[in-house]
């Protein structure tokens, strides 16, 4: 198999040349890839937190190097390409595109079957950081959360944001509490760590934001002393200004940002942030979305005006 005959048979656009070729050229990992299956996976998607649905597509449509060489082909480089820089902040690596789903469920899927293949490199990887079990499971739960906002999005089986799987997969996010923490080295080679917060586990309680604030230097200084971070930095949503003139002065959201210092001199278009992250947004009118929460009516409110969310970026002294 080459490259251009995968790009055929999986129907990738022509936009994928440039990773295929580059994968193409790395060959297969030196250590070949087994999937896990039946029940072994079952118990592994389970405490990864993958909604049930989902875990029996996963299962019935795990490919097989025989049935399926070209999604096989893809799956192995694409695992190659994560485990060569394992751990390596300095060097950008996306993973691959989400694939066409019309050629089936193993394509839907591609990226967990990704994730499930480097899980072992990955677990190795920890081992040699001496990373807490516990924090290597909490932090791959971040698979279940993809996957369920993805059917909760498309109605269907698929990974959202593959490419955050692929950053956490290849060792550079941690996963402490409530907030996820990643390895980042800035554009002027300042080592940070980039702040994170996921959808599951609850509202911001500014107890909880602190407690997890508070784990990030000395995890990262025990398991990662080169790295040496001593700020957390992040672009979100969550740093609009303007939110502050439609929630409550308690709100989690507003509490917990007073700490942080704006360090954009621009702020960045910010709709499709706060459309995604407060409704899983899919295009549907703004008149048909929820409005049961004074953020989600804020949201609304702010657009029909006329008005524009902004995505900003961010800085705080890490405890
Ligand atoms: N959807 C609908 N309503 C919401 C949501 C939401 N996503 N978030 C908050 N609300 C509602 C609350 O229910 C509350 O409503 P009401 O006053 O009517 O009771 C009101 O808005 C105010 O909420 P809070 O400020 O108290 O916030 P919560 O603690 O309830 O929720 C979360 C905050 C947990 C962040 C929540 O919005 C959420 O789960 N979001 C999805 C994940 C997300 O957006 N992550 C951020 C992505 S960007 C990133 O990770 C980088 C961050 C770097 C900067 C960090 C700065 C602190």
Redesign the pocket.
């Known amino acids: 198999m080459d490259s251009e005959s995968v790009r055929r048979e999986l129907r990738l656009g022509e936009n994928t040349r440039a990773w295929l070729s580059r994968i193409d050229e790395l060959g297969p990992p030196p250590e070949p890839i087994r999937l896990p299956r039946g029940d072994e996976v079952r118990d592994l998607l389970r405490r990864l937190e993958v909604p049930d649905p989902d875990v029996e597509e996963i299962v019935a449509a795990t490919p097989d190097p025989d049935r399926d060489p070209a999604l096989w082909w893809l799956l192995e480089r694409a695992h190659h390409e994560i485990v060569r820089h394992m751990g390596d902040p300095k060097v950008k690596v996306r993973g691959g595109p989400t694939l066409p789903y019309e050629t089936g469920a193993a394509a839907r899927y591609f990226h967990v079957y990704v994730f499930l293949a480097t899980i072992p490199a990955l677990r190795r990887f920890h081992a040699t950081r001496d990373i807490p079990e516990a924090t290597t499971w909490e932090t791959l739960t971040q698979l279940g959360e993809s996957v369920a906002i993805h059917r909760r999005k498309y109605g269907e089986g698929g990974t959202h944001m593959p490419w955050w799987l692929t950053f956490l997969v290849r060792g550079l996010v941690y996963r402490l509490g409530r907030l ?1 923490f990643s390895l980042v080295v800035a554009r002027d080679g300042t080592p940070v760590l ?6 599951v ?5 500014p107890d909880i ?1 602190n407690d997890s604030l508070r784990r990030a230097r000395p995890f990262f200084d025990r398991h990662f002393p080169e790295h040496g971070a001593r700020v957390a930095t ?6 609009d200004p303007q939110l502050a003139e439609y ?2 002065e308690d ?7 007073r700490d ?1 210092t704006l360090i954009d001199s621009e702020p960045e278009d910010g709709d499709d ?1 706060i459309l995604e ?3 899983r947004y899919n295009g549907q009118p703004l008149e048909e979305l929820p409005q ?5 009516r804020a949201v609304v409110t702010h657009l029909k005006a006329g008005r524009h969310w902004h995505q900003r970026s ?1 800085r ?1 002294e890490l405890p």
């Open positions: 996820q980039g702040m994170h917060v996921p959808e586990g609850g509202p911001l309680i934001y992040g672009t979100s949503w969550l740093l929630l409550a709100s989690h959201i507003l509490q917990v940002r942080w942030a992250f407060v409704f049961r929460s004074a953020l989600e961010g705080v």
